[in-house]
């Protein structure tokens, strides 16, 4: 099956800095990436849709200023939480979807990163 | 937007059960995934069924698209398939997809 790996796994920062996560498809072409955050216990709910070589489309609600999002290529994405506050402390997991070898429609997710800002 | 709701909320069985999860969906879909997240957090693809029956192992499931359900079967549970198991849905056809989530069905299989 389809891997996408994402780094770091877990970080720790402190309020006001900036934090990035990368999302990478190892074994296929992902023309859309998407950003997905999980509060404890809770559901997925989905922040942006990254296109390659395109501006990212967000949620309604998500502020595109704090969540900075660039897919510079066909197998990375990444995104940046920048002036990270404690309330920004979240389960942020990526998927990428394949429209060549794989079933056109089907997602596949990263490991997740686990922010945690003090 | 479409709504899914899943149930149980919440299943707790012995190690050999077999249960059944229930995915309902408020509008037609063209796709609807099964996952389980496992522990760590890592979501794991189980099936990509917007329609029809498919089965994996231990695993099956079924979705009747016009009656906007989906069931995933577990049989023989094994603690390893503890966990949360995600529902999620698109009606898109092409395009960008946006999957919805449902609220999720915590399984908890113990020895």
Known sequence: GAVVSQHPSRVICKSGTSVKIECR????????????????????MLMATSNEGSKATYEQGV????????????????LTVTSAHPEDSSFYICSAKSGTSFSYNEQFFGPGTRLTVL | GIQVEQSPPDLILQEGANSTLRCNFSDSVNNLQWFHQNPWGQLINLFYIP?????????SATTVATE??????????????SGVYFCAVDKRTTGAQKLV???????????
Request: net charge positive.
């Open chain 2, 101 to 111: 989530f449902g609220q999720g069905t915590r399984l908890t299989i113990n020895p």
């Open chain 1, 25 to 44: 498809s190892l074994d296929f072409q992902a023309t859309t990436m998407f950003w997905y955050r999980q509060f404890p216990k809770k559901s997925l």
């Open chain 2, 68 to 81: 906007r359900y989906s069931l995933l079967y577990i049989s023989s549970s094994q603690t390893t398939d």
């Open chain 1, 63 to 78: 502020e595109k200023d704090k969540f900075l999002i660039n897919h510079a290529s066909l197998t990375l994405s990444t």
């Open chain 2, 51 to 59: 329609s029809g029956t498919k089965q994996n192992g231990r695993l």
